[in-house]
Nanobody, 124 residues
Framework: QVHLVESGGGLVQAGGSLRLSCAAS?????????VGWFRQAPGKEREFVAS????????YYADSVKARFTISRDNAKNTVYLRMNSLKPEDTAVYYC????????????????WGQGTQVTVSS
């Protein structure tokens, strides 16, 4: 069992910045763990934002947020961050943290654990 709790959401003007945090507790991540951020805007499907390998630190980003968002992790604190710069109104959504505690290379990443989400609202 892994418990994920997001924090850091809020209201910000376009062009501003915000940093989200995802604190994990419970089951220890393996060397093959992957943690990601997703978001869902009203009336739209949930979409991938960014992810990071727990051990290597390799990162992946959706094209829509490249050069603006940065995902990072602090292994000692079991925490993943998402720094968001140059925010746009279209970034408005509920942001979720998710984790695959042990990626199976034969299957791929499967996010089995999810947080409750944190609201990010960007005004024009």
């Amino acid at each position: 069992q892994v418990h994920l709790v997001e924090s850091g959401g809020g209201l910000v003007q376009a062009g501003g910045s915000l940093r989200l945090s995802c604190a994990a507790s419970g089951r220890t991540f393996s060397a093959y763990a992957m943690v990601g951020w997703f978001r869902q805007a009203p009336g739209k499907e949930r979409e991938f934002v960014a992810s990071i390998s727990w051990s290597t630190g390799n990162t992946y980003y959706a094209d829509s947020v490249k050069a603006r968002f940065t995902i990072s992790r602090d292994n000692a604190k079991n925490t993943v961050y998402l720094r968001m710069n140059s925010l746009k109104p279209e970034d408005t959504a509920v942001y979720y943290c998710a984790a695959d505690v042990a990626v199976d290379p034969h299957i791929g990443v499967e996010y089995d654990y999810w947080g409750q989400g944190t609201q990010v609202t960007v005004s024009s």
